[in-house]
């Protein structure tokens, strides 16, 4: 074995330092095709939000919310408070939270690329039946399947990135997947903006052109690599070599290649991940698995983006400046992951979380000031307050994109060991999914209730996390996936919660 002793994770210590290899033409192609996995999750936050304001969708589906858009004397911020339209965005996610379970197995045992067709492959037929959609229950079992599409992408794509992507760069191109998911954002967005003058059927072209990342993401799959530390955990070594050797573009893979045996063998002693996951050496990534998605979805981002259309009509947009405005907001989320993509290797994670979630909060604490002085229950803001309302959520979004949109997914993705790592995944995905099921159920009825104050609300949460990242994060920045384990040992609070590790001849025995 290549130098060093087995750490607590079954690999060695100390041994990033002899990784070698460069950034190869088959890694980026292999992350920028696997990332298009990221677009359909993107397609659909950005597609509900602009078909639930449409005059036909509304009509032909939920006629009481069209009556209610209609009348003048409603509240502004109560007009679209359905469970029903709440039901059509969130059963989507609580589909994919129950696949992500489903997916992790699968992922393990069938490798990255599995996860990847099966969840293309619904997400295709669930953007068919919506299209197609001639009733309620037709349009609801197409969310559904539309969610289990998402539940497999989300668990594997952020997985296959991390594991291809080189140490020294993986934070960035780990990113392309929220890339990818926001430039699906803007698609939809755009796409909203130009079918709402197709009256009759441009909500189902909006649904339907779902299947066009779909597409990709399933031929994707087929045509992709396996990475190298799946094929490893599946007794395929040799092979596993082959495919590290071709993405390095070197043979002199020993140590990396080494890392990921070491970590494969105690992977498959493990014959119960999601039980083993709650053992005490991995009570900081389980940590970590649960609130950094937790904490992604309580920056309200999701509410914004979901219900931008919803949510500038509220405050007395017309129909052709919600959608417009809420383009924007996507163009500024999709550019801005540009700028985490670019320093996240740089200056690390913990600098643009903290710096990012300073940012929202500022701008969520003015957009409530703005709303709460003057926006009142059946006015209008003034076109020159509806403008500074939108470049402040713009703001917002800015700092999203940058900080928490893809360090959401990248930190989780990178911090477990092999034999928790499809588990703690689905653990991510699904905290992620409840979460956005939960708010996106619930942010018509707290908009009615809390008005300007749902801004408020968001920024409490996006405070408490802030505080959170910087006592309890470490930098991960530059630490190889294999060797991560090594980095909590040294946290000043999880050293006190991790086990102890006694080592003699590369055996390891681990006393509480």
Not at 96 to 109: E, I, K, M, N, Q
Not at 200 to 207: A, D, N, Q
Request: glycine share 10%; net charge positive.
């Amino acid at each position: 074995m290549a130098g060093g002793s087995l750490g607590p994770a079954g690999v060695a210590k100390e041994r990033a330092e002899q990784y070698q290899g460069k950034v190869t033409p088959s890694v980026i192609v292999a992350c920028f095709v696997a990332a298009i996995g990221g677009s359909i999750f993107g397609y659909d936050i950005g597609i509900s939000g602009g078909v639930t304001s449409m005059d036909a969708f509304l009509k032909k589906f939920f006629h009481d919310v069209y009556l209610k858009k209609k009348h003048a004397h409603e509240n502004n911020y109560c007009k679209y408070d359905n469970q029903g339209l709440a039901a059509f965005t969130s059963s989507l996610y609580l589909a994919g939270l129950v696949a992500s379970f489903v997916a992790s197995p699968v992922t393990r045992d069938y490798g990255r690329r599995a996860s990847i067709i099966c969840g293309g492959i619904s997400f295709l037929l669930g953007a068919a039946l919506n299209a197609a959609a001639a009733n309620l229950a037709m349009l609801l079992t197409g969310r559904i399947l539309l969610g289990v599409g998402i539940g497999f992408g989300n668990q594997a794509v952020p997985l296959y990135l991390s594991e291809m992507a080189p140490t020294h760069l993986r934070g960035g191109l780990n990113m392309m997947f929220q890339l990818a998911t926001t430039l699906g954002i803007f698609t939809a967005n755009m796409i909203n903006y130009g079918t709402q003058k197709l009256e009759t059927w441009g909500w189902r072209l909006s649904l339907g052109l779902a299947a066009a990342p779909a597409l990709m993401m399933t031929v994707g799959g087929i045509l992709l690599p396996e990475t190298p530390n799946s094929l490893i955990e599946r007794g395929k070594k040799e092979e596993g070599r082959r495919v590290l050797e071709k993405i390095r573009g070197t043979k002199e893979v020993n140590a990396e290649y080494q890392d990921m045996v070491d970590a494969s063998e105690l992977a498959n002693s493990i014959k119960h991940p999601f039980r083993n996951i709650l053992e005490r050496r991995n009570r900081p990534q389980l940590v970590m698995a649960i609130f950094m998605p937790m904490f992604q979805i309580l920056t309200g981002i999701n509410s914004i983006l979901f219900y931008a259309p919803v949510l500038f009509q509220s405050m007395g947009f017309k129909g052709d400046a919600s959608l417009y405005s809420s383009a924007m907001t996507g163009a500024v989320l999709a550019s801005s992951t540009l700028i985490s993509i670019a320093t996240v290797d740089k200056l690390g994670r913990r600098a643009l979380l903290i710096s990012g979630g300073i940012q929202m909060i500022t701008c969520q604490v003015i957009v409530s000031i703005i709303l709460g002085l003057k926006f009142g229950p059946n006015q209008e803001l003034s076109k020159s307050f509806s403008i500074l309302v939108v470049v402040v959520i713009c703001l917002f979004v800015l700092a999203f994109g940058w900080s928490w949109g893809p360090l959401g997914w990248t930190v989780p993705s990178e911090i477990f060991p092999l034999e928790t790592r499809s588990a703690g995944q689905s653990i991510t995905v699904a905290v992620n999914l409840f979460f956005t099921f939960v708010i996106a159920q619930i942010f018509l009825t707290l908009l009615c209730s809390f008005k300007f104050g749902i801004f408020l609300f968001f920024a409490g949460w996006v405070t408490i996390m802030t505080i959170f990242v910087y006592f309890f994060l470490p930098e991960t920045k530059g630490v190889p996936i294999e060797e991560m384990i090594l980095l909590w040992r040294k946290h000043w609070f999880w050293k006190r919660i991790m086990p102890v590790v006694e080592e003699t001849n590369n055996q390891q025995s681990i006393s509480t």
